[in-house]
């Protein structure tokens, strides 16, 4: 696959394939990104972002737990600490922040990579949310909770059966 494979042209500068690789995957894949294109043609960067985090999650996170530490983790690349919020209230954890393009604009280019502002807010139950803690380290924030000594004994292993 080549460069030309990877940009969604449109209009009339889209490239008919030869007949000699013509593969009907790559030729419905096309259609299908200039079809949502032209749907989402009308939105600006952001106005458009708040749907696309909603829908597909940006950051994506990582949660894990143990029977002390309910731990989250988020991928962050090209980001620093100081361009992200934590946040916990009411029993949910706020991660919010913006992420700036690193070209202004001048010339013409492609890309594929996420700019703009986005919040993430992941539901918490049982945890001790005044001894949380947060680190960063290589465009991963990585966020500590400890399970609270009331959610610890809430938890009742059930025995699985075998037929």
């Given at each position: 696959m080549?460069?030309?494979d990877l940009i969604p042209w449109s209009g009339k500068q889209e490239l008919a394939p030869a007949r000699d690789?013509?593969?009907p995957f790559l030729t419905l894949h096309r259609e299908m990104n200039r079809l949502f294109d032209d749907v989402f043609r009308g939105f600006g960067p952001t106005s458009l972002s708040p749907l696309?985090?909603?829908r597909f999650g940006w950051p994506k996170v990582e949660l894990s737990e143990t029977d002390k530490t309910l731990t989250v983790s988020?991928?962050?690349?090209?980001?620093?600490e100081k361009d992200v919020q934590v946040e916990i209230a009411n029993g949910v954890l706020t991660l919010r922040g913006e992420k700036k393009a690193e070209r202004?604009?001048?010339g013409r280019y492609f890309t594929e990579r996420y700019y703009g502002a986005f919040e993430r807010?992941?539901?918490?139950?049982?945890v001790e949310e005044d001894k949380a803690e947060a680190s960063f380290k290589n465009g991963v924030l990585t966020v500590s909770l400890p399970k609270s000594e009331k959610a610890r004994e809430g938890v009742k292993r059930i025995a699985i059966n075998t037929h």
């Amino acid at each position: 696959m080549g460069f030309r494979d990877l940009i969604p042209w449109s209009g009339k500068q889209e490239l008919a394939p030869a007949r000699d690789n013509f593969d009907p995957f790559l030729t419905l894949h096309r259609e299908m990104n200039r079809l949502f294109d032209d749907v989402f043609r009308g939105f600006g960067p952001t106005s458009l972002s708040p749907l696309m985090e909603g829908r597909f999650g940006w950051p994506k996170v990582e949660l894990s737990e143990t029977d002390k530490t309910l731990t989250v983790s988020a991928e962050l690349p090209g980001l620093s600490e100081k361009d992200v919020q934590v946040e916990i209230a009411n029993g949910v954890l706020t991660l919010r922040g913006e992420k700036k393009a690193e070209r202004n604009g001048e010339g013409r280019y492609f890309t594929e990579r996420y700019y703009g502002a986005f919040e993430r807010q992941i539901p918490l139950e049982g945890v001790e949310e005044d001894k949380a803690e947060a680190s960063f380290k290589n465009g991963v924030l990585t966020v500590s909770l400890p399970k609270s000594e009331k959610a610890r004994e809430g938890v009742k292993r059930i025995a699985i059966n075998t037929h």
